[in-house]
């Protein structure tokens, strides 16, 4: 309790409702700190321009299974500070054949021909989905990059404080997808958990 009280006293929880705590914004800034060195805005500006780049070659490549559609970029890198804690993004993709009538063995296909062992047959299924990003990263510690359903639902909570600029694809499409995801939030019943 006394660590609960602290904590609320910090900022970093609200009073407890029904004896469940919630995390306040300050709480979810320290969850996404960095311990490492910050980066100029140069270095952030030129992993941006690579990462657009592997974009691009991603799209040409017609082996790849996915077809990148969306890049939001979002954080500190909107700011003015020259110094930034990291490249913030969000990637959109897609099936690129979307009538694949055995999309599992496509995928299953995909992971072996990459050449790699894979540990458990989830991880070779999924080996698409782990290799995107990383083939967008390409090692930069610099940039980091968040699941767009993650995205959508931190630029739909907190419109205010997760300002958003699309880098790559359809603007307006982002904004739609976020009202969207407003709406699909403001419907939803809130949910109550039993104290212990």
């Known amino acids: 309790m006394a660590l609960a009280s602290e904590l609320v006293a910090q900022g ?4 407890a409702q029904n004896g469940v705590y919630k995390f306040t914004d300050k709480a979810g800034e320290l969850v996404r700190a960095s311990a490492a060195s910050k980066v100029s805005r140069k270095t952030a500006e030129d992993a941006l321009a690579g990462l657009l780049e592997r974009v691009t070659q991603y799209n040409l490549d017609s082996n790849k299974i996915f077809i990148i559609e969306t ?3 979002f954080g500190s890198f909107l700011g003015t500070k020259d110094k930034l804690g990291d490249l913030d993004v969000s990637v959109k993709y897609r099936d690129r054949n979307p009538k694949d009538p055995d999309r599992a063995q496509t995928a299953l296909a995909y992971a072996e021909q990459s050449g790699r062992c894979f540990g458990t047959f989830f991880h070779q299924l999924a080996w698409a989905e782990i290799e995107l990003p990383q083939i967008l990263k390409a090692r930069k510690r610099t940039i980091k990059i968040q699941p767009w359903n993650v995205f959508l639902k931190m630029a739909a909570k907190n419109p ?10 359809s603007t307006d499409e982002v904004a739609a997808e976020i009202l969207s995801r407003q709406k699909l939030d403001a419907a939803q019943p809130p949910q109550i958990r039993p104290s212990k």
């Open 160 to 169: 205010e404080r997760i300002p958003y600029k699309v880098v790559f694809g």
């Open 12 to 15: 970093y929880v609200e009073e």
């Open 71 to 73: 890049v939001v970029v």
